[in-house]
């Protein structure tokens, strides 16, 4: 880009005062100057909340209230955001380096609506390694870069909030949906976020029930309804698989894997 639009990170915690201040610290480290920081907390009972207040002067907007879940917290940030961009960057989650921001902007073209990269994927602090995001095309097979490492403009996400029917997948339904409505995608080939495994949808059987029905509202032709019902096979498979082999063989081939 030639110019230099404010980008809003928004933070979304609850209960989670062992990782919080290591994603604040992440975020206040960023190089890239016209940033705006938001932090949404979901009324934590735990330390959270004394140990945001002690960045409250480099902090932009602050709200500790309940909610009805992840995406309902992350909804209030965008309502609250006044950037052109905005990236989530959730408790837990760390920025690969302080200048990938900067990095990312410098490599954006002015007309993207919707830029992504890759991330690292940290195991259990073990070792991490390296996903890069799938094509584009592959978008009807589920979810193809985390939305850690997705920047999105902003009237995107205030047109097409959460969806808080889908419990686990309602990132996926916003980036469905911006591909269906022609968004314009751009992929840049940087790792933006450090995230841990374990995630809300890692492991859950739920979540392509909900990458199917998000798919079947734009696309209901029965090549598709087809597809979905193999890939749902395919993910059953690989699951079983996982649970019967030996922990350290499965740490061997998440190491081997790309």
């Known amino acids: 880009m030639n110019y230099y639009p404010k980008i809003s990170i928004i933070t979304v915690v609850y209960n989670n005062e062992k990782l919080i201040e290591q994603t604040i610290n992440s975020v206040l480290e960023q190089t890239y100057q016209n940033i705006e920081f938001l932090v949404i907390d979901g009324n934590s009972k735990d330390n959270t909340v004394p140990i945001i207040k002690r960045y409250l002067d ?130 840049i080939p940087i790792p933006i976020a450090i995230i841990s495994t374990g995630g809300l949808s890692d492991g859950n059987h739920g979540v392509f029930d909900e990458y199917a029905r998000i798919i079947s509202k734009w696309d209901s032709s029965v090549i598709t309804k087809i597809q979905l019902k193999l890939r749902k096979w395919e993910i059953k498979f690989r699951n079983i698989l996982k649970m019967a082999m030996p922990r350290t063989l499965v740490q061997y081939f998440q190491k081997k894997s790309q």
């Open 58 to 187: 480099r902090i932009d907007v602050f709200i500790s209230e309940p909610d009805k879940g992840i995406y309902d917290a992350m909804n209030k940030g965008i309502s609250k955001s006044s950037g052109e961009f905005i990236i989530f960057m959730n408790s837990g989650d760390l920025f690969t380096a302080p200048d990938v921001l900067q990095r990312i902007i410098k490599e954006a073209a002015s007309d993207s609506d919707i830029i992504y990269g890759d991330k690292l994927a940290d195991y259990n602090d073990q070792f991490k390694k390296l996903i890069r995001a799938k094509p584009l095309r592959a978008i009807k097979r589920g979810m193809i870069f985390s939305h850690q490492s997705l920047l999105a403009r902003s009237r995107f996400l205030k047109q097409y909030p959460f969806d808080l029917q889908y419990k686990i997948a309602a990132d996926f339904d916003f980036v469905f949906t911006c591909f269906k409505i022609q968004a314009n995608f751009q992929y």
